[in-house]
């Protein structure tokens, strides 16, 4: 079994900042990409920001110079660093990791959280 826990979602001020983490746990062998998207009501779900376990990073246009994500290998979590929010950027979070498990070591399947919820207004 795979777990991944997000945090810290919740409500800023438009100009304001959040830190969202997820923790993933489990019978996990190998971690290889962990990310963040995000879906506003009515839209479809979004790449916000990757980080694979070398430390190449990718974000979407949208939140690039705002957003950094950061990752603790030995932690097995992911950050997103969320500054100068805007009113778009509302969203539920989900985190994603693409790992492999000790059942099936070379095999890399993707998994996801719960989600957490982004509200930016004033």
């Known amino acids: 079994q795979v777990q991944l826990v997000e945090s810290g979602g919740g409500l800023v001020q438009p100009g304001g900042s959040l830190r969202l983490s997820c923790a993933a746990s489990g019978n996990i062998f190998s971690i290889n990409a962990m990310g963040w998207y995000r879906q506003a009501p009515g839209k479809q779900r979004e790449l916000v920001a990757t980080i694979t376990s070398g430390g190449m990073l990718n974000y979407v246009d949208s939140v690039k110079g705002r957003f950094t994500i950061s990752r603790d290998n030995v932690k097995n979590t992911v950050y997103l660093q969320m500054n100068s929010l805007k009113s778009e950027d509302a969203a539920v979070y989900y985190c994603?990791?693409?790992?492999?498990?000790?059942?099936?070591?070379?095999?890399?399947?993707?998994?996801w959280g719960q989600g957490t919820q982004v509200t930016v207004s004033s």
């Open positions: 994603n990791a693409v790992l492999s498990t000790y059942a099936k070591r070379w095999i890399y399947d993707h998994y």
